[in-house]
Every structure is written in C-alpha cells, then in structure tokens.
C-alpha cells in the first residue's frame, strides 16, 4: 500500500511543510515523535496521511503535545500495517459533532450549498473537531471525506487552502 505522509507545522513566522517518512515505525507514539521532529517549537502541528487514494489519517500535535486522531475509514486498519499503526487503536465513531453523528450539508451563505452523496460505506473514526479551531469543522471535515469522487489528496488541499498552506504541501507532492 502507498502513502503520502505531510507535516505542516506552524509557528510565529507561519506555516512550513515537510515530507514525512512513517517507515519503520512501530506505534502511533513513534509517528507524532516523527511529526514533533519536523519542527519542536511549532504552536501546531498537522500530519496529513493519504493511503491509495482511499484513506486519509489527519494527526494534530498543540506545542508538541495531546495527540490528536481523525481517520476518514476504520477499514483502513484492516486493509495495511500502517492503517494499524494509524487508527487500529480508535475504537470509536467520530467524536466531535454536536447532537448527532451525521454530517450535514455546509451552509453557503443563507442557502444549503448542494453537497454530493455522502460515501454511506465509509465508518470515520478519532476525533473530527481536530481542526475545528483551525476553520474546519468536523461536519465540514466529515463531508469532505465522504464525498463521492474526492480523493484524500483533495481533503488535503481543501483543508490546506483553509489554513493557508496548499502551496508548501503541494510543492512537496512536485518533488
């Protein structure tokens, strides 16, 4: 199975973008230390895990610290040993929506936006809220993932776009 692994760390001067190598880790502590390492200093850090244009893993580090988890399919840990790694652990539905566990449609403006069926074989996992602060709301983030014919490397750039770091990350596919 291959994977595209990209930190984007922020600190006072902005965000920077780093290409990330998960190869030989053993547990999902040994990623965020890889993740701590792109930057030790950053205020946030993102780690962005596209696996075969099927799953996404987001990983979210605060000055370093309380690991943060969303994975867009718990069949990503059935399906390879970095999906283990990943999110073999997260036992529950998505954490993180206020009342109900369905995603809605997102407002534009004051009409629903037409949002394309949402993949209904999909079972996200962790925590959807991880980017909530960042402009990305869990409903926001869970129609992204499930809608029908976007890729992981789509959610990626949408989210990046939000936070002001497509460029960096998309320089670094370019590579």
């Given amino acids: 199975m291959s994977y595209f692994a990209a930190a984007v760390v922020r600190d006072d001067s902005g965000w920077t973008a780093a290409e990330v190598s998960l190869r030989g880790a053993t547990d ?3 990623v965020a230390d890889r993740l701590r390492d792109v930057d030790q200093e950053a205020d946030v850090s993102l780690l962005f895990v596209e696996a075969d244009d099927a799953y996404l893993v987001i ?3 605060d000055e370093g610290e309380d690991l943060r988890v969303f994975g867009s399919d718990s069949a990503y840990a059935e399906e390879s040993r970095l999906g283990q790694l990943l ?8 954490t993180g929506l206020d009342g109900d566990d369905e995603p809605r449609p997102v407002a534009s403006g004051d009409e629903e936006s037409e949002q394309p069926a949402v993949d209904p074989e999909a079972d996200p996992v962790g925590d959807a809220d991880l980017l909530a602060n960042l402009g990305i709301s869990a409903q926001k983030l869970l129609t992204l993932c499930g809608t029908e014919g976007m890729l992981p490397a789509d959610v990626t750039s949408e989210i990046c776009e939000v936070l002001g770091c497509a460029e960096e990350v ?3 596919r370019e590579v």
């Avoid at 999110?87 to 998505?94: A, E, I, P, R």
């Fill in 28 to 30: 999902i502590d040994e």
């Fill in 59 to 61: 990983l979210r580090l």
């Fill in 87 to 94: 999110v073999g652990d997260l036992k529950t539905s998505v």
């Fill in 170 to 172: 998309e320089e670094l």
